[in-house]
């Protein structure tokens, strides 16, 4: 695979982390209270599982919940005069705390299962 087409293909992972955060921080308490949060958690650990498959590498699995981590950091975070996106509510508290652990379950698998390994069946 060519260098060009690598880097477009994490930069477009990255990117789609990204959008998830910011749609997730604005959607999560649509519906009844914390469904519409998990089903947010449950994309983002998709999405960094699907990462690492396609590229076959950990970072493919890596770059989209650094997106979403920074996403979120920044829309959780309070402005100085008081106002908040990600409330400290029931869906708002599911979604964070539950996307951070689907990203980093979707890191972790990603990492132990699609981790580039050397050649495997003979000597070295």
Known sequence: MSRGLTTVTYLALFGFGSAQGVVGAFYYGAGPAPLAAVGFDVAILATCLLGAWGTRHVLGGFTPAVG?????????????????????????????????????????????????????????
Do not use: D
């Open 68 to 124: 979403w981590f920074i996403a979120t950091f920044v829309l959780a975070s309070g402005t100085s005069g008081g106002s908040v996106i990600i409330t400290a509510s029931s869906a708002g508290e599911w979604f964070l705390f539950g996307g951070a652990i689907g990203a980093m379950m979707g890191m972790v698998a990603g990492f132990t299962l699609w981790a580039r390994r050397g050649p495997t069946g003979g000597p070295r």
